[in-house]
């Protein structure tokens, strides 16, 4: 996959790049992690730059972020499409259109089908709102609580043909209070998320990432 001043190192990582890696954001909510990503994608120095957010559906939060920042939004609604392999097709040509070489999920809660992992090997980061392997899907924070742990967190990872399972670029473990609620927990783990995501897709567009089967390591800064 070419890419502006860089080029792909074996596995398909972006390589160590002197312009910036175009990413399209994949959201279906309120947009907090988007609005970390614009924030952060706004300082020069910073390796990634938006160059499209895409929504499953219309009149979610994370729209008017786009547009207050000036980045394009597309909504590719979920519903007019007939199955997950031509929706997953169109949020490809619609990232692809925009010279996106990566896509980041944030908070994007649609299973792509594998197709998108074909035109983007190793070039899909998701967040999610625990521990993984533990809680993995859609509802991950309220079967937390439900478990009764003391520890969740964040995990950020790279996205293969499996929900939630492909190499893990970083963790953090986040406490579960005893009287927390659902919206309590969230937020505490979004604290955390709107630090980290930010550094983790840098570190990924800047090139610093190497993946070795399930280990990812991160090369220094
Ligand atoms: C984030 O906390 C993200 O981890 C989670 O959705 C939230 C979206 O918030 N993602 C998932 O649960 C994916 N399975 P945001 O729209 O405010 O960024």
Do not use: K
Not at 34 to 39: E, G, N, S, T, V
Not at 82 to 93: G, S
Not at 204 to 216: I, S
């Amino acid at each position: 996959m070419p890419l502006a001043g860089g080029g792909v190192t074996a596995d398909n990582l972006p390589a160590v790049m002197t312009e910036r890696l175009p990413i399209a954001v994949l959201v279906s909510g309120s947009g907090t992690n988007l609005q970390a990503l614009l924030d952060a994608s706004a300082d020069p120095g910073y390796h990634a730059e938006i160059v499209l957010v895409i929504a499953d559906r219309d009149g979610v939060g994370a729209l008017p972020r786009a547009t207050a920042a000036g980045v394009p939004a597309e909504v590719v609604d979920w519903d007019r499409y007939p199955d997950r392999h031509r929706f997953t097709a169109a949020v490809c040509d619609a990232a692809a259109a925009h010279g996106a070489a990566a896509l980041i999920l944030a908070g994007f809660m649609r299973i792509l089908a594998p197709e998108a992992i074909r035109r983007f090997p190793n070039r899909i980061v998701n967040t999610h709102p625990a521990l993984l392997p533990a809680f993995p899907g859609a509802h991950a924070v309220a079967q937390a609580l439900a478990h009764g742990v003391t520890l969740s967190g964040v995990t950020i990872h790279l996205v293969d043909e499996e929900v939630d399972h492909g190499p893990i670029i970083y963790q953090e473990a986040v406490a579960v209070m005893p009287h927390d609620t659902e919206d309590d927990l969230r937020r505490r783990i979004q604290r955390v998320e709107h630090v980290r995501y930010p550094e983790v897709v840098d570190a990924f567009a800047a090139g610093r990432l190497r993946v070795d089967g399930r280990r990812v390591t991160w090369d220094p800064s």
